[in-house]
């Protein structure tokens, strides 16, 4: 099976692309064969299109919180149709309409999690600053639901193109105490490349097993192109391929996510948050 792992960004360009490690996934094992960039939401767009089998684990917030979503009144029936009412507003528009519910809510009370952001410990896909997750979403999610792909739990298909949503924090800080990535490369410091080193090295040894039940191996791409990327993209797209797969492992349950879970919101692919 050929698996996929993107760390998006919501403006992709030559300096910062979406960051893919192609991989193939037989039986238990896991081989890392390709690094390949995406220079813009058009080279997304087509990416989505290639022919399956495959699965792709993207670092993207697939849905917003079912309290917002019931609380703003967007349409509800499906993910595909409140992530189509949303597409056809311009990105202010999105920005202000969030503003303007935060704007007189309590403080702590501003931007909600989802279930699954509550298990991995990821930020709120409403934060469009800092960590501008929301505006991961906002570019990302029409795209997906554009390229009629299986995008598990939000819409299944029966396409052989499958899409579930990665997060590598939450696989880094398995084997990681500190922070490993940086946006200034100028800034990256000796601890930081330790700290890759550390992940790389638990992902490639026994480790990997125990916790996600595969082993993996790389084969045209060094270890070294991991450890010296200081904005950890390359990395992080690497986790997201092992998240991926073992989703596809897991995929006569329910890709590892539970029965219950809510496809307006979607849903991160991880052991730490199965069966939650």
């Known amino acids: 099976m050929k698996v996929l792992g993107l760390d998006f960004t919501s403006a992709p360009s030559k300096r910062k692309p979406i960051t893919c490690v192609e991989s193939s996934l037989k039986g238990c094992t896991l081989v890392a064969e390709r690094l390949r960039t995406l220079n813009s939401l058009e080279e997304f767009e087509t990416f989505l299109q290639h022919d399956g089998p495959w699965i792709a684990g993207i670092d993207l917030p697939f849905g917003q919180p079912r309290r917002l979503i019931d609380n703003i009144g967007w349409p509800a029936n499906s993910w595909e149709e409140y992530v189509g009412f949303l597409s056809q507003r311009s990105a202010e ?3 202000q309409i969030l503003k303007g519910y935060k704007k007189d809510r309590p403080k702590g009370d501003k931007q909600h999690l989802r279930r699954t952001d509550e298990l991995a410990g990821s930020k709120s896909p409403m934060m469009m ?23 598990i739990p939000c819409r299944p298909t029966d396409s052989d193109r499958l899409v579930v949503e990665a997060y590598p924090g939450i696989v880094a800080r398995k084997w990681s105490d500190g922070s490993y990535k940086g946006e200034s ?92």
């Not at 501008?132 to 995008?151: D, E, N, Q, T, Y």
């Not at 490349?193 to 916790?211: A, F």
């Not at 897991?250 to 996510?257: E, L, N, S, V, Y």
Request: hydrophobic share 40%; proline share 6%.
């Open 185 to 276: 490369p100028s800034k990256d410091t000796t601890a930081r490349k330790m700290q890759r080193e550390g992940i790389l090295s638990k992902i490639l040894s026994s480790s990997l097993t125990e916790l996600y039940g595969l082993e993996l191996h790389m084969e045209g791409i060094s270890a070294e192109t991991f450890i010296s990327d200081p904005k950890g993209d390359r990395l992080d797209s690497l986790l997201c391929t092992i998240q991926a797969a073992w989703a596809y492992s897991a995929k006569q349950d329910g890709f590892g996510i539970p029965a219950d879970a809510d496809p307006l919101e979607g849903w991160i692919v991880d052991p730490s948050t199965q069966g939650a």
């Open 93 to 95: 528009e999105f920005d």
């Open 129 to 151: 600053y800092g960590v501008p997750v929301g505006k991961m979403f906002f570019r990302g999610a029409p795209l997906l639901a554009k390229s009629l792909a299986c995008i």
